[in-house]
């Protein structure tokens, strides 16, 4: 099996149409002898910022001087990103390998594994084969019925920011999102909450109390910010002073988290210097998240997807960016809000160029420009990435900014054509 066999055979079974449950997981767990029973995890759901907290703890523990395994979902341009170890994406030889020896199980099983299903077996088997100290897990969907749920207790279990999201799966109220999530929690590890919803950190509340699972919440309050700019941002928790190389107030939440899980593998018996959280903090690296590509003319590229993500983004940009408006280069889901998060950028838009994202959920491109000069924007449809990169850069000029904002599909394959024509 060659690597592009091993992705090919995966991204065959298509894991959102798949029922929720974990029998299967636990089938194919088992044998292949159950690794994931060989390691250590943070356990990380939510509905916003769960890649970058768990991309801040994995960078911190490796700072820390610990193996780390990370497993994140969706990748931005490479299928591998999923899998690291110690900051390296798996290579591919060894994806095949651990793949075709999933796919000897999982084609005997009566009921065949889905796609996350057999993502989740093959990074609990290479990462208990590379002998990982710790694992910063990642949920794909929900809490207690994601297949990552396999695991017994956790250090930590980590809940991010939670919002209505895949609600025909995970519930229609923030209570039964937070119920669901909150699976996770289990007796014997330890719990922290980024400070949300009131709706939601009470669920979170009563599920720790009902386990006896001590628990720490993310004070926002605490946190004092001290300023950003295009190197990152400087901020004081608990009047010690740190610098983070990701952008946007948003982060400085997801920074009060992960500092409030570090607080708690301490606590675990995990040793972890104050050194080792600054370098963390300081170096991170989580691509297409308000990521500085360029800055003459400014090039900035989001992975956006929700009115929540909108939001965080045109709060970042009005800083970012003072009076100067910018050219965004976008497009969207037909079944997401998209007016509402239209709505949040158009007062920061110079105009908008439009694509049509590779989904069939995709709304046109040149449907969205006409709903966007129905609000009175300026908007043009372009056919592929590469149009719509240059026709951004020219409308922009040398000091202008364009901002690339949307799923993280499509925002990845734009940062792929980026690259790829600065190569050249």
């Given at each position: 099996m060659t690597p592009q066999e091993a992705i090919d055979y995966i991204e065959h079974y298509g894991?959102?149409?798949t029922r929720l449950g974990l029998d299967r997981t636990r089938e194919l767990l088992r044998k292949l002898g159950d690794p994931q029973k060989?390691?250590?995890f943070v356990h990380v759901a939510g509905s916003n910022g769960k890649g970058s907290t768990c991309a801040m703890l994995d960078a911190i523990l490796r700072a820390a001087g610990y193996r780390t395994g990370l497993y994140t979902s969706p990748y931005i341009q490479?299928?591998?990103e999923r899998i690291?170890?110690?900051?390296?994406?798996?290579p591919g030889g060894d994806l095949a390998d651990v793949t075709e020896r999933v796919r000897a199980i999982a084609e005997a099983m009566e009921d065949h594994p889905s796609q996350f299903e057999l993502v989740t077996a093959a990074a609990m088997l290479y990462f208990a084969e590379r002998h990982c100290d710790i694992v910063v897990l990642e949920v794909g969907m929900g809490g207690a019925l994601d297949s990552t749920d396999v695991i017994d207790c956790p250090e930590v279990a980590v809940i991010t920011n939670i919002g209505l999201e895949?609600?025909?799966y995970l519930g229609d109220t923030l209570e039964k999102i937070a119920a669901t999530k909150a699976g996770i929690i289990k007796s014997g590890c330890r719990a922290v909450c980024y400070d949300g919803a009131s709706e939601v950190t009470a669920v979170i509340r009563g599920v720790c109390a009902e386990r006896n699972v001590p628990l720490r919440f993310a004070d926002y309050g605490k946190v004092k910010p001290l300023g950003q700019s295009l190197d990152g941002q400087r901020f004081r928790w608990n009047?010690?002073?740190y610098h983070l190389a990701?952008?946007?107030a948003h982060q400085l939440h997801n920074a009060a988290t992960v500092l409030e899980s570090v607080a708690a593998l301490r606590e675990g018996g995990w040793i972890i210097p104050e050194t080792a959280v600054r370098e963390g903090l300081a170096q991170v690296i989580w691509p297409a998240r308000l990521e500085v590509m360029q800055r003459k003319p400014l090039f900035l590229i989001d992975g956006g997807h929700n009115p929540q993500c909108a939001e965080a983004l045109s709060a970042s940009l009005r800083e970012l960016l003072g009076d100067k408006r910018a050219v965004f280069l976008l497009g969207v889901?037909?079944?997401k809000d998209y007016p509402q998060m239209m709505a949040l950028l158009l007062p920061l838009a110079q105009e908008f160029i439009c694509l049509t994202p590779l989904s069939d959920r995709a709304l046109s491109a040149e449907e969205l420009a006409a709903y966007l000069r129905q609000q009175g924007a300026t908007a043009t449809a372009c056919g592929d990435i590469p149009s719509g990169l240059r026709a951004a850069f020219a409308a922009a000029g040398e000091n202008g900014a364009v901002v690339a904002f949307g799923s993280l599909y499509l925002v990845g394959a734009i940062r792929g054509e980026y690259q790829k024509q600065n190569q050249k």
């Open positions: 894991w959102s149409t060989r390691l250590k490479n299928f591998c690291q170890v110690d900051g390296e994406n798996i895949h609600t025909e009047g010690v002073e990701l952008l946007g889901l037909a079944d």
